[in-house]
């Protein structure tokens, strides 16, 4: 009886998490997220799925974060009419991330369609709207962790909580296979380091035929820390930022990770260990996703007194567009927290414009950042950004911290693929981009599993998983994109480069004379090409 496994998303990148599995009595997905960073990747969010949503009988979500819940009110405007199974704390955030992911991209539509008409270009429409995305929570359906629940005739499922995110799960799936017993599988989900701030450790049974593991971190070490050596780090990078009197501006996902700063913020504050500063919250759904967490406090670390920190008179929601924009008339230091973690979207933008230049500011990370996000440009060290089509330098001090990231390492992973065993059919490693994914698959080659027995599949890869071993189906004439072009920076990253380096080479340029030279050897350039 064949059982098939498509990588719809999270092959070779960290986003548009998503896996279609084919049985004999229908199709589920394990995610349906949206993909993020490059233009390249962000198209295929409006392009049609690589199935029939109608074809789709039921979605497994691991967690509420976009790259893993994001296209979900796509399917069901597309024609999707099956159950979303989650655990309650993620359709609790679902709720308000999804219908706000519709917000921002009818709010970002409507801005990218008055300069097209002002450039004579034709209108777009947004993926899905608000109103689709409040639609879809009526298909969502609760679960509890670590009790099993049928998905589809055939097909059972457990979730197991991953210790990523207040809600996260990796799922167990059994699926009956005409033999003895049945197929079992295992999806991680996003796996969260051990003594990871409000989470448990992850947790998850053994004995499998397949894991299929997320590589976010799977080349990285960490340094060992504990809380109050987290708390530390952080203490240190904002007094630092406070000398510099001006913003500290930390771009956060608006679910857990903003949670988790504020919850260290507010304690250094009140134990004298950093500056007294507001703390602006600037974004809506961190604050809704902030609600939750104190409506959840009793199933999160109870070391933390969390109902406290959150309600610090340090800590200042600035939910409407007029107060998001009063906070840039302040000068000296203060604390904005807001969203995308990667600089991708959001009212951190709007920040980045105001502060960038300025080198009284400090822009501190707090997570991965993806290939070809704002983020990874200011991470890798550019010398100028360009932000809603204008040049922005950088002369803010950019500063990284990693010891907030929802993510196990390379050794954190490899120690919860080793107690997975033992895994007799295939591991397979997704979620990450190449460089991740290869050195997590030498960290447990041998040692923990038969390098033959490893799989690194590229986007829309089918694998027939009822043989002995996976076996590759033929599926070059259905992938959307090249291999490459899902690895390698395209050709928007290339040409906001371009833009900079031109821009560049005029302001260096001696006189009017040189600048003329210089415009007309590009211009001689472009004619060559035609």
Known sequence: MSVTVRFCGAARTVTGSCYLFQTRSGRFLVDCGLFQGQKTLKQLNYGAFPFRPADIDAVLLTHAHIDHSGLLPKLVRGGFEGRILATRGTIDLCSYMLPDAGNIQESEVAALNRRNAARGRNEVTP???????????????????????????????????????????????????????????????????????????????????????????????????????????????????????????????????????????????????????????????????????????????????????????????????????????????????????????????????????????TVLLTGFQANGTLGRFLQDGAKAVRIQGEEVKVAARIRMIDDYSGHADGAGLASWIAARRPI??????????????????????????????IFQPILDDIYELSTAAPTLLDVERRRRLAPEAVTRLDWH??????????????????DDRARGVIIRRLRRALQEVK
Not at 435 to 446: C, F, S, W, Y
Not at 493 to 510: C, G, Q, R, T
Request: a negative charge.
């Open 127 to 361: 993926i899905y709207t608000q109103a689709d995305a409040i639609a879809s929570l009526n298909s969502f359906q609760p679960v509890e962790y670590e009790s099993w629940t049928s998905v589809i005739p055939g097909v059972r499922a457990r979730y197991w909580n991953a210790g990523h995110l207040l809600g996260s799960a990796s799922i167990e799936v059994e699926i009956e296979s005409g033999t003895q017993r049945p197929l079992r599988l295992l999806l991680s989900g996003d796996i969260g380091p051990e003594a990871k701030l409000l989470q448990p450790d992850p947790q998850a049974p053994a004995s499998f035929d397949y894991v299929f593991s997320e590589a976010t971190y799977g080349d990285r070490t960490r340094a060992m820390t504990t809380p109050e050596q987290r708390r530390q780090d952080l203490a240190t990078e904002v007094r630092d930022a406070a000398l510099g009197k001006g913003a500290l501006l930390i771009p956060a996902f608006a679910v857990e990770r903003t949670q988790e700063l504020i919850v260290d913020l507010v304690d250094l504050m009140e134990r004298g260990a950093i500056p007294v500063a507001p703390i602006f919250l600037d974004s809506p759904l961190a604050i809704h996703a902030t609600e939750v967490f104190r409506e959840h406090a009793s199933s999160l670390d109870p070391e933390v007194d969390v109902s406290r920190l959150l309600n610090s008179k340090h800590l200042k929601f600035t939910e409407t567009v007029d107060e998001s924009k009063s906070i840039a008339r302040l000068t000296g230091f203060h604390v904005i927290i807001a969203a995308s973690g990667m600089c991708d979207a959001g009212r951190i933008r709007h920040h980045l414009k105001r502060w960038l230049w300025n080198e009284h500011a």
């Open 493 to 510: 990253n290339e040409m906001s480069e371009l833009v900079l380096d031109i821009n560049d080479a005029i302001a260096a340029a001696a």
């Open 424 to 453: 007799e059919r295939g591991l397979f490693l997704a979620h990450g981009e190449e460089a991740a994914i290869a050195g997590l698959a030498d960290r447990v080659a041998e040692r923990i599993i038969p390098a033959a027995k």
